[in-house]
């Protein structure tokens, strides 16, 4: 793991999954609640991996120009912001248009029986 990544598991697991996780987090929670399209998501977490391998190698001493550790954290980041931003997504429109749609999942609405929507 330590090859891929760059650095320890613990370093992978404090540093990307909790700390940039929840900027990342926030980052999908902001982009639902202004009503932004998702593709805006993709720069964000870009940058967001940026910053934790940047993170990584300040704090730990990892590789700074892992490519690997590069990809394999954008992806976890990306993975989180992608789902704030849907369970944001569906939590205001179900809120906002109750009688419109009903919740499927934590992911997914459906248009009610009877409801124009159009």
Not at 4 to 15: D, L
Not at 99 to 105: N, Q, S, T
Request: net charge neutral; charged share 15%; glycine share 10%.
């Amino acid at each position: 793991m330590e090859a891929i990544t760059g650095t320890s598991i613990g370093v992978t697991i404090g540093m990307t999954i909790i700390l940039m996780g929840f900027c990342g987090f926030m980052t999908g929670q902001a982009i639902a609640n202004t009503w932004r399209p998702a593709w805006q998501l993709v720069p964000y977490a870009l940058l967001l991996g940026c910053v934790d391998r940047f993170m990584v190698f300040a704090l730990f001493e990892g590789e700074l120009l892992s490519l690997s550790g590069y990809i394999f954290d954008t992806v976890i980041l990306f993975a989180i912001t992608f789902a704030a931003f849907r369970l944001t997504q569906v939590n205001k429109m179900l809120s906002q248009y109750p009688w419109l749609y009903e919740r499927v999942g934590p992911f997914a609405y459906r248009a009610r029986e009877g409801a124009d929507v159009r």
